[in-house]
Nanobody, 116 residues
């Protein structure tokens, strides 16, 4: 079955960095685009970034553009989110997702807290 497992969250000071990972299994990872979303307390889940399959093209929400970088390692079935220059407003639970054979799958999420 399809599984997505996020890791790498934690507490970081403003201006700091974190790298999130999402390990995928149960499908041919290299054939599917991967996305990161986040959900802050009391807010709706919002799109963060996308990476495609062929060529690894990327797209970012305006709020993270220039600070976050999405990448993937198809040999490790893993997608990453490098987050730099973190701000308190980046505090949220971060989720990866994939649409596989018409079904949207989500991981359990990893908490990122940006605070001094």
């Amino acid at each position: 079955q399809v599984q997505l497992v996020e890791s790498g969250g934690g507490l970081v000071q403003p201006g700091g960095s974190l790298r999130l990972s999402c390990a995928a299994s149960g499908f041919t990872f290299s054939r599917y685009a991967m996305r990161w979303y986040r959900q802050a307390p009391g807010k709706e889940r919002e799109y963060v970034a996308l990476i495609t399959t062929v060529g690894g093209s990327t797209n970012y929400a305006d709020s993270v553009k220039g600070r976050f970088t999405i990448s993937r390692d198809n040999a490790k079935n893993t997608v990453y989110l490098q987050m730099n220059s973190l701000k308190p407003e980046d505090t949220a639970v971060y989720y990866c997702n994939a649409g596989v054979r018409g079904v949207l799958y989500w991981g359990q999420g990893t908490q990122v807290t940006v605070s001094s």
